[in-house]
């Protein structure tokens, strides 16, 4: 067993795990993000929740290549009241996908149980805010920033440069009392990588499983699955799964996806085999 306090909640990361995604961007409603916003996510959510989720990851910027980004004001509106429902309406883990202080300190206080952090708290603030919460931070990879991530990503060698990055923030955590406990390190598939650099973290994944953390995969329906099979982002299910079965293989046991009931599947039977033999 390896049980770990995500706030109010706790997870056993010996098992798999499904962290549905639910992104309040106004171009994430089919309303363009009008007064119909927090009835939709609330849907969502229960939908992702009754399909076996066992966290929802809320953001309100996007990272999506090219994206820009959006005001403190922004995020703290589109983000807290969904928080603030979810927790009301759901016996749920609510993961606050953000890199801003204000964000961080409002989400904690609303009972989030995780912080996310695509920036690895780099953005000014961001650590201090998180130190102050109890709650597990997830640290992931980005090579420049999500506007121009995608021009011309570059390493010496993308394994230790991504996992030297990660034990540096890791390091700076722990400068500032976050124990190592609380962290979750994620190799930041499709920020700032080529194929072939995601690719081959995805291929070495179990060289991050050996710093002895648990890890986070986000791969759902991202550009490579796209660039390997040469299909849409309608079309990446199958794709994703595969390349979250080769992540589970490795020690991956959190799963950021947008399909949550067939990978509540795919790694309920990956386990099972996994513990009988
Ligand atoms: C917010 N977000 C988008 N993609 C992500 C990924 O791959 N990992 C994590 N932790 N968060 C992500």
């Known amino acids: 067993m390896s049980v770990m306090p995500f706030g109010d909640k706790s997870l056993d990361l010996s098992l798999p795990h499904v962290m549905g995604i639910l992104n309040v961007t106004p171009d994430s409603f089919s309303d ?3 007064f119909n916003s927090l009835d939709n ?3 969502q959510t229960e939908k992702m929740l009754q399909e076996g989720a066992s966290l929802i990851d809320v953001g309100g ?3 999506r290549p090219g994206a820009s980004p959006v005001s403190t004001q922004q995020e703290l509106d589109r983000v807290l009241p969904v928080i603030e429902a979810i927790k009301k309406r759901f016996d749920t883990i ?3 996908d953000t890199s801003t202080a204000e964000v961080i300190r409002g989400a904690a206080a609303l009972g989030a149980g995780l912080i996310n952090d695509v920036r690895a708290l780099e953005r000014e603030g961001a650590l201090l805010a998180a130190s102050e ?3 597990p931070i997830c640290l992931m990879h980005m090579q420049g920033n999500p506007e121009s991530m995608q021009n011309s990503p570059s390493y010496q060698s993308v394994v230790d440069d991504v996992s030297g990055y990660l034990l540096s923030r890791v390091a700076v955590c722990e400068k500032l009392g976050i124990a ?3 962290l979750l390190l994620d190799v930041g598939i499709g920020f700032g990588k080529s194929l072939e650099h995601n690719l081959t973290l995805i291929n070495q994944m179990g060289r991050f499983k050996e710093l002895g953390f648990h890890l ?3 791969v759902s329906r991202k550009t490579m699955i796209g660039d390997v099979l040469n299909l ?3 079309d990446r299910l199958f794709g994703t799964m595969g390349a979250n079965a080769s992540a589970y293989k490795s020690g991956s046991r959190l799963f950021r996806v947008h399909d949550v009931k067939p990978h509540v599947e795919m790694l309920a039977l990956m386990s099972r085999i996994e513990r009988e033999i």
Do not use: F, M, N
């Open 216 to 218: 986070l995969t986000g």
């Open 133 to 135: 919460t109890e709650l």
């Open 232 to 234: 849409p982002v309608s």
């Open 61 to 63: 910027e996007s990272t």
């Open 32 to 34: 363009g993000g009008s």
């Open 94 to 96: 609510v993961s606050v």
């Open 41 to 43: 996510a609330l849907q």
């Open 180 to 182: 190592k406990s609380r």
